[in-house]
């Protein structure tokens, strides 16, 4: 598989939420606005692309039985150093993003992807499938934001679009607005492969 | 004993860690197909959840908060629930080897499981009491098991329904579960004041 | 046994390189935390009692409780923060109350995760501006008609939880601090 297909490959045919259907959890929790969203898609970048570096790295010499308890490891000490990061130059989002940005470290996507890549591929393709697949996340954690934050509250990114005159639909930044809305695009995805 | 009853309920009802806080949706999705196996998950859960939140609770205030080792907080949370894990799979496998089939991969994947890490991290956000975290790990573990059950229970029903191809299985699934988060909100009136 | 050895040396080094890591990154950047923290504390105080030139911490049995004076050094009031649960997860409140501890000048919330367009609206002015300069001396109370009492605070509709939530806080915090502050005069 070449280097451009390796990238986009994750950015739809096998997008980790809409396809693989992980990562539910953070999807469904910080997409109450678009820049949430972002934020919490530019902190799994940094996540996965590093965590997949070090286990493409250090693959040889971890013994099968532990492996998945090391990846754990390397996991939470990344995702500790963007919580830290986020906590000392960008508090407000830390404050926005809550207990879910420590969560990235169960997140499926990024264990699902050191086990069943950056373990067993080289160097440069780990970081490639990391980045794409970690971009795949950020656009559909942008897109769910968007949607539920139009929806929810006439704005996206804070720019108001729809007027005054808008009733916003609450149901969308609540729990309840987040299934039905994913639901609806998974659905969606699923026609669109369909054809 | 009026507070650890409110924890209680609360936690199974009004602030449902699946319905509220959107934890735990991975085994959620993959596991409320078949009653039997929605009610082996909500054990493990329930149990390695109780165990957790307890272990935590004592390792931050006894070693983390003592040392000065707070930014650890997540690697050692982690590594607690990981071990937990991987003895209750040995515990399962060597007593009932029925259900240690049905729950299949599903089993490992508790460690992934965002509620029980997600426990952990709320218990010390709040600041619960060592009793206190006991209880809300309990019953968070059984809030989840409540809901995996429900969904279950509706997916087998609904099994024989007549779906659009497009919406089967996953979409069907969140949409259902958006209905019951609706209907969860509902016990938000339960008491006066929480 | 070597096997065994091999399990134990990878995870532990694994593990020790990691927390060296962290110790590092953490301790670069432990001081901008606490920094943010203080801003935060800082410029809700400011906003809450503009008169106030020097903010002094000091501590009350359990809790601590902000002196606040103006640039004659005279006592203007203090600050205090409170936290409770409210409908989704804890809020947290810092409170600015005069010197007799009788009436609330003003509160903020600095920490909230309630309900968007419900109990979100208990971070906005309409339910804010209910606390300047509210007696205290008999508690509050939370109704859900319109206030008429003194320290009567009306509910937001559809946020009765959250609202209530607040109110409660902050009396209990009051409770705990008016016992101890004869220690502290």
Redesign the interface.
């Known amino acids: 598989m070449n280097n451009r297909d390796n990238f986009l490959k994750g950015l739809w045919s096998e997008h980790p939420v809409f396809r693989q259907?992980?990562g539910?959890?953070?999807t469904?929790?910080v997409t109450?606005s678009a820049k949430n969203g972002l934020y919490m898609g530019m902190a799994v970048i940094f996540v996965l692309t590093f965590s997949s570096l070090v286990v493409s790295l250090?693959k040889k010499?971890?013994?099968n039985?532990?492996r998945?308890?090391?990846y754990?490891?390397?996991i939470?000490?990344f995702?500790?150093?963007v919580?830290?990061?986020f906590?000392?130059?960008i508090?407000d989002m830390s404050?926005q993003l809550?207990?879910y940005l420590?969560?990235i470290?169960?997140?499926?996507i990024i264990?699902g992807r050191c086990e069943a890549f950056a373990s067993k591929n080289n160097l440069k393709k780990s970081t490639i499938d990391a980045l794409g697949m970690s971009a795949g996340f950020t656009w559909g954690l942008f897109v769910l934001g968007s949607i539920r934050e139009l929806f929810?509250?006439g704005m996206i990114l804070g720019f108001t679009i729809l007027g005054k005159n808008y009733n916003?639909l609450?149901?969308m930044?609540?729990?309840?607005?987040?299934?039905?809305v994913?639901?609806?695009l998974?659905?969606?995805m699923?026609?669109l492969e369909?054809k | 004993m009026t507070e650890l009853l409110l924890i209680f309920i609360s936690t199974l009802l009004i602030n449902n860690f699946v319905l509220s806080y959107f934890l735990g949706i991975c085994p959620f999705l993959g596991v409320s197909g078949k009653i039997e196996s929605a009610i082996g998950m909500g054990l493990a859960v329930t149990f390695v959840m109780t165990l957790a939140t307890s272990i935590s609770w004592l390792i931050y205030h006894l070693i983390l908060v003592k040392f000065n080792l707070l930014f650890l907080q997540y690697v050692i949370f982690i590594l607690v629930i990981a071990s937990l894990v991987q003895m209750v799979e040995m515990f399962i496998r060597k007593f009932s080897s029925g259900l240690y089939q049905a729950l299949g991969i599903y089993l490992p994947l508790i460690t992934t499981n965002c509620a029980i890490l997600g426990a952990a991290l709320f218990m010390v956000s709040r600041n619960y009491s060592f009793l206190e975290s006991v209880v809300f790990g309990f019953s968070g573990g059984l809030g989840f098991s409540l809901v995996l059950l429900v969904m279950a229970g509706i997916r087998q029903e609904l099994e024989d329904a007549d779906v659009p191809r497009v919406f089967k299985g996953v979409p069907l699934t969140l949409i259902t579960a958006g209905l019951l988060a609706l209907i969860f909100m509902g016990f938000s009136g339960l008491f006066s004041s929480i | 046994m070597k096997e065994t050895l091999r399990i134990i040396g990878v995870l532990t080094s694994v593990c020790l390189v990691c927390a060296f890591l962290l110790a590092l990154v953490y301790s670069r950047a432990a001081e901008k935390i606490e920094v943010n923290q203080n801003q935060r504390l800082k410029t809700a105080i400011a906003n809450l009692a503009p008169g106030a030139e020097k903010v002094e911490e000091v501590s009350l049995g359990d809790s601590t409780i902000f002196k606040l004076s103006d640039k004659k050094q005279k006592l203007i009031g203090y600050a205090f923060l409170a936290q409770g649960q409210g409908y989704q997860d804890k809020i947290a409140i810092l409170a600015v109350i005069d010197v007799s501890f009788g009436k609330l000048s003003g509160i903020e919330i600095l920490e909230s995760s309630e309900t968007p367009g419900l109990g979100g609206k208990i971070q906005e002015t309409d339910f804010l501006k209910q606390f300047k300069q509210l007696p205290v001396n008999n508690g509050l109370e939370c109704v859900k008609t319109e206030a008429q009492a003194d320290g009567q605070i009306k509910a937001i509709t559809g946020a009765t939880v959250s609202s209530r939530a607040v109110v409660d806080t902050i009396n209990k915090k009051l409770v705990v601090l008016k016992s101890e502050i004869k220690n502290l005069k």
């Open positions: 259907l992980l539910m959890c953070p469904l929790a109450t250090i010499i971890v013994p039985q532990v998945i308890a090391v754990t490891v390397i939470a000490t995702v500790t150093v919580d830290i990061f906590k000392a130059y508090p404050r809550g207990p420590p969560l470290i169960v997140n499926c264990l929810g509250s916003p609450i149901v930044i609540l729990p309840a607005g987040a299934f039905i994913l639901g609806l998974v659905a969606g699923n026609r369909q």
